[in-house]
């Protein structure tokens, strides 16, 4: 009990601070016309690499300096952060749509429909990841629904191995056997006894996945294979930033780091919320 | 009146062609309590999920029948075969954290089978389930119904499955070691409920143990099994004043006493089981599989 105690509070404060910088950076992305101090595309050489503002030679209105081109980081990050979490969401849920329903149904049923459906999340994983993105984001075109797309069609895999043993492991407990017995068709059995199990680990396992999609996308902007070139995007920049490593650290450092905890808050945010919505675990 | 469950020669293999269950027969009668006594791994709850039709895809019945109240369950379509199932019987079973869903509160999960498969309004079932947990004696319905079920203790939980178990009045209850997971104060407590409800609703009961002790205590037959046969069958009186087969004599000698708990420790005799292993033996040779 006291130990469920100590891991529910860790957790807690896990929460608020991932979900806090969760929050910050989405609602900054959201308002970013009202909240961006300047113009994202906005170039001027008179202000070209202009260094962040506690250090000699800032301007201010430019807190985190300027690029090469002259133009606001941190007004480019918070843009950034439009398409970065658009794909998240959008590439998260539609991978964890797919692979939840086929995992649950793998590891409900079992039998041929668990048979196919593992032989191919094993030809499907076999495949180098960010091989696969680069290869489908070639064939499908750049663009923001491609790479949504090529993102879930890579990595809907991780729900469906995960929720498929899960779903398995429920379905050998008495509860879904008494359910059996009460007269309940298989159907309904998946859905109403176990689901509702399996719900933490998708949640959990869905915020992962944002986080890795934001990385995917940083991927593939980077080697400019992802939206159009002119909208700011987290890769796009650190690519950028890359080139004028030693004339402005900043213009590579501020959107790894923005990148990193981004990333990083997803993910301890998705186990903060497992940790916090399973029953068992307190 | 109809025989409750009529089990006649019921054969049932695995994938390699191994028997686990040779031709049992058994009957429980209205109202009565059947013991199903053997030591674990003779295919006891086998039998349980035989008669509940939830046999693990693995194991399959390849003769003899099921009735129930006269239904011949492998004469039914599967639908039929669930409705019949899930309308006269219920399942007290062995470890009762896993038999409750683990995200679901109590009370939903006691209501919902009265409403969505027995077509109860919730207000009936509401009033119902409320009865049952007075009947199981637990003190707080309210709480217990909003709790989840790691919320309850393993005693709790047991009456609340009792109560689960009860609450639609099925003519026929498998209880498959329902006291073998608890502590050994709350099993004697269970034991009564279990007992008590019996008696007050007149349900019959097919009731899975290992223990001499509770077969004593709580049925009017027994049925002795081995290896996935009956070996005797008798009044639970006159099985303990006369053992007719050398197995429930060596299984009695294996029994522990209040007076000398080591004797607990004694293993069955080892020529009687070496006895019993030929005769099976043979009786698997002389066996042919029907549908080859
Ligand atoms: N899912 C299963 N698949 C195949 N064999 C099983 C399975 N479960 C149990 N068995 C075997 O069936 C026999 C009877 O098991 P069981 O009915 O659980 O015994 P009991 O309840 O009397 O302890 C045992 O030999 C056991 O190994
Ligand atoms: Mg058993």
């Known amino acids: 009990m006291d130990e469920g105690r100590v891991s529910r509070h860790r957790a807690g404060a896990k929460l608020w601070l991932a979900g806090g910088w969760l929050l910050l950076a989405l609602l900054a992305a959201i308002l970013a016309p009202l909240v961006a101090p300047q113009d994202p595309l906005a170039q001027d050489l008179m202000l070209e690499r202009l260094p962040p503002f506690w250090i000699d030679g800032a301007e201010p209105g430019y807190w985190l300096g300027t690029d090469s081109l002259g133009r606001d980081l ?28 086929l995992g649950l149904v793998a590891g409900y049923f079992g039998g041929w429909a668990d048979r196919v459906i593992s032989r191919i999340v094993d030809v499907w994983m076999a495949f180098p990841p960010v091989l696969f993105a680069i290869l489908l984001v070639a064939v499908l075109g750049t663009g923001l629904s491609s790479v949504v797309l090529a993102i879930a069609i890579i990595d809907w895999t991780r729900f469906c191995r995960v929720i498929r043993a899960e779903a398995m492991g429920q379905s050998r407990m008495d509860y879904v056997e008494n359910a059996r017995i009460a007269g309940y068709g298989r159907v309904g059995i998946m859905l109403r006894e176990v689901l509702p199990n399996v719900v933490p680990s998708i949640v959990a396992l869905l915020s992962l996945e944002m986080g890795i999609a934001i990385i995917v996308e940083a991927i593939l902007s980077f080697v400019n294979l992802s939206i159009s070139t002119d909208d700011p995007t987290w890769g796009g920049i650190i690519a950028e930033g890359r080139l004028s490593i030693h004339q402005a650290w900043w213009v590579l450092v501020f959107p790894l780091v923005t990148l990193i905890l981004t990333v ?18 307190w | 009146m109809n025989t409750c469950l009529d089990i006649a020669k019921l054969s049932a293999v695995l994938p390699n062609g191994q028997r686990v269950l040779r031709s049992v027969s058994l009957t429980v009668q209205p109202g009565e309590v059947r013991a199903l006594v053997g030591e674990s791994g003779a295919g006891k709850t086998m039998i349980g999920k035989a008669v509940l039709g939830v046999l693990p895809s693995s194991v399959r019945i390849v003769e003899g029948d099921m009735r129930l109240e006269g239904e011949d369950l492998g004469k ?17 079973p062995q470890d009762p954290l896993t038999a409750l869903n683990p995200s679901r509160r109590i009370g939903p999960q006691m209501t919902d089978r009265l409403v969505r498969i027995l077509g109860w309004s919730g207000e009936k079932a509401d009033k119902r389930v409320r009865q049952l947990l007075d009947e199981v004696q637990i003190r707080d319905p309210e709480r217990v119904l909003r709790c989840y079920p790691h919320e309850l203790s393993g005693g709790m939980r047991q009456r609340v499955l009792i109560a689960g178990a009860f609450v639609a009045e099925p ?37 899975v143990t290992h223990d001499l002790g509770v077969v004593a205590k709580i049925s009017q037959k027994v049925s002795v099994l081995y290896a996935g046969k009956v070996v005797e069958e008798a009044d639970t009186a006159a099985l303990f004043s006369a053992p007719q087969h050398p197995y429930t004599r060596a299984l009695m000698a294996a029994t522990p006493r209040y007076t000398d708990p080591f004797a607990s420790l004694k293993p069955v005799d080892e020529a009687v089981l070496a006895g019993l292993a030929a005769e099976i033996a043979s009786a698997d040779k002389a066996w042919r599989r029907p549908h080859g």
């Open chain 2, 76 to 92: 039914l379509d599967p639908k039929a075969r669930r409705t019949l199932i899930g309308a006269r019987t219920a399942l007290i």
């Open chain 2, 171 to 207: 003519r026929l209850i498998v209880a498959d070691e329902p006291t073998t997971a608890l502590d050994v104060t709350v099993q004697k407590q269970i034991l009564r409920l279990i007992a008590q409800l019996q008696r007050e609703h007149g349900t019959a009961i097919l009731f």
């Open chain 1, 264 to 281: 990083l808050s997803f993910s301890q945010f998705g186990e903060a919320l497992k940790t916090r919505f399973d029953p068992v675990l």
């Open chain 1, 74 to 101: 941190l007004s480019r990050l918070i843009f950034g952060g439009r398409i970065a979490f658009i794909v998240a969401f959008a590439a998260a849920s539609t991978a964890c749509l797919v692979g939840s329903a």
